[in-house]
Nanobody, 119 residues
Framework: QVQLVESGGSLVQPGGSLRLSCVASGFTFSEYIMSWYRQAPGKERELVAAIAAPTSTTNVADSVKGRFAISRDNAKNTVYLQMDSLKSEDTAVYYC????????????WGQGTQVTVSS
């Protein structure tokens, strides 16, 4: 059974930092593109960052560029999202995603972890 388990979400003050983790199981992690999405109240889910396999090429959304970074550790089946200089607008549920670019049937989501940026 495929599982993606996120952790690391919490309440943090503006300007603070947070590191999210997503541990994967049930599929060949090193072959999948891993991504982080987020969804804020009243808004559509949006792509935050993605990291390719096996080259680890990354892409980060303009809204978080320079503040967020995605990385992966294939030996640990884990993808990370390092979030620095957090803003109130970053408040959202953050979701881990795994997918194959040419095979839409292989498309998996985690349950989400809440990030709240507030003073």
């Amino acid at each position: 059974q495929v599982q993606l388990v996120e952790s690391g979400g919490s309440l943090v003050q503006p300007g603070g930092s947070l590191r999210l983790s997503c541990v994967a199981s049930g599929f060949t992690f090193s072959e999948y593109i891993m991504s982080w999405y987020r969804q804020a109240p009243g808004k559509e889910r949006e792509l935050v960052a993605a990291i390719a396999a096996p080259t680890s090429t990354t892409n980060v959304a303009d809204s978080v560029k320079g503040r967020f970074a995605i990385s992966r550790d294939n030996a640990k089946n884990t993808v990370y999202l390092q979030m620095d200089s957090l803003k109130s607008e970053d408040t959202a549920v953050y979701y881990c995603h795994a997918g194959l670019p040419w095979t839409p049937d292989y498309d998996y989501w985690g349950q989400g972890t809440q990030v709240t940026v507030s003073s």
